[in-house]
């Protein structure tokens, strides 16, 4: 199935904002095995939204529109469908009803230009979106199925996953059934994690595509099943997925919808466990990560951040003489457990970074000194990554969260990883 992707909007089209939607939707569709030929961008303009929708129903046979159905002037979308699919705009009091529906219940009064979302090209299927009033709609122009979306990216999501993609695998003709597995790892490279998991996808005779998708200082492993029903995809995907947590091994950090910081919380919370926080360089960002999850309100206790050692020392009250002078080892393990006993925690995670000095470099780079404190005892960890010095604070962020979840699961917790200078 070919299929092209029409964003639409003055602000996208010059760059005012990021166009975030057109990855999600490419993603999205990569992920169930769609592969999307054409990205297209246009402004609020209705010559140039007729040719892209004209040329996109001539070359393609499913075409996902995003934007353009708001209730202002320069929402284009339902109106230019209409014409270039050669009918009228009627309409829809089902959406109408709901959209009234919507407002009621905030206790606000719909405004009037709002109707205008619910004038739909006669003909089109109307596609839910369940937290917002911008309905979607299906309909057909030239050869190809045009789906339009809202612009609001948690609506986008929505309506792609309930709405979208089950309409496009069911006329590309694909299996009952596609699941998406994913698994989240900090420390190893695409090429290493390619090379380990080598043919793993074959060991069920087909029906599983491997993929991967990097983010440093993060790799998404990717595991797309095709099956008959849910069954046949479960009997298929068990012992792929065994192979990949095996063959990783301590790298994956998370799976699914999980997240590194949701797995600290988590075995945090399962453990009964607290934690305190001492950041240097950072700026909090760690701490950030945490502190606003669900559960981190019953483990996270204080977080402190500072740029020396000093203000550090200053901030957790410490006033033993000598004591974190430096950014040494010494000095991390002594500030991970002054924070873990001020704050009357289980845990203390502390991180200092040393930065090189110079120009922002792809040569230079920092060392990372990390300590987690418990009452038995410090674990400490120390990496020199490369990179200027946004790549330095991302790597140090993260390894900061491994090590602490190391720590947590039991695990070593100076395993090298593939983004570190040996």
């Known amino acids: 199935m070919r299929v092209e992707v029409i964003c639409t909007g003055d602000e996208v ?35 140039q939204l007729l040719d892209a929708f004209q040329r996109a129903g001539r070359r393609a046979d499913a075409v996902i529109v995003n934007g353009g159905l708001g209730p202002t002037v320069d929402d284009l979308s339902q109106e230019i469908a209409a014409k270039a699919a050669g009918v009228d705009l009627v309409l829809d009091e089902g959406w109408l009803a709901r959209m009234t529906e919507f407002f009621e219940r905030r206790q606000r009064a719909m405004p009037p230009s709002n109707r205008k979302q619910a004038m739909l090209p ?11 009033t911008a309905c979607g709609f299906a309909l ?33 003709g694909s299996p009952g059934t596609i699941h998406l597995k994913r698994f989240h790892s900090y420390g190893i490279g695409e090429a290493r994690a390619d090379t380990l998991l080598a043919g793993v996808e074959t060991i069920v005779g087909g029906g599983v595509k491997l993929g991967f998708r990097a983010h440093y200082p993060q790799l998404e492993t990717k595991l797309v099943v095709r099956g008959r029903d849910r069954e046949d995809v479960e009997r298929k995907l068990a012992p792929v997925q065994a192979e990949v947590r095996r063959r990783l091994g301590n790298f994956v950090v998370a799976e699914d919808d999980q997240t590194l910081e949701g797995v600290v919380v ?65 000095s991390v393990a002594f500030l991970a457990e002054a924070a873990r006993r ?33 009452g038995k005892g410090i674990a400490t960890r120390e990496a020199r990554i490369l990179g200027g010095r946004d790549w330095v604070r991302l790597g140090a962020i993260e390894m900061g969260l491994d090590s602490l979840r190391r720590v947590l699961q039991k695990l070593p917790v100076d395993e090298k990883t593939d983004f570190e200078k040996r």
């Not at 057909?140 to 309409?167: C, K, N, W």
């Not at 970074?353 to 418990?374: P, Y």
């Open 13 to 47: 089209l010059t760059g005012k904002i990021v166009n975030s939607n057109f990855s999600l939707v490419s993603q999205r569709l990569e992920d169930v095995g769609l592969q999307v030929l054409w990205g297209t961008t246009v402004g609020d303009d209705r010559e």
């Open 122 to 132: 006669r003909g089109s299927e109307v596609l839910d979106n369940p937290i917002g």
């Open 140 to 172: 057909d122009v030239g050869r190809s199925r045009f789906f339009f979306t809202p612009g609001v990216p948690r609506e986008l999501r929505r309506m792609l996953e309930e709405q979208v993609i089950p309409r496009l695998l069911a006329r590309a």
């Open 266 to 330: 988590d075995e945090l919370v399962r453990a009964e466990a607290s934690l305190a926080i001492v950041e240097g360089f950072t700026g909090g960002q760690m701490a950030g990560r945490i502190a606003h999850l669900p559960g981190a309100e019953k483990v996270f206790r204080r977080s402190v951040s500072g740029r020396t050692p000093e203000q550090l020392r200053s901030a957790l009250g410490v006033t033993e003489p000598g004591a974190v002078t430096d950014l040494s080892l010494v």
């Open 342 to 374: 001020r704050a009357g925690a289980t845990h203390g995670l502390a991180m200092l970074v040393e930065l090189d000095e110079g120009g922002d470099r792809i040569d230079l780079g920092g060392t990372v000194r990390i300590a987690v404190a418990t």
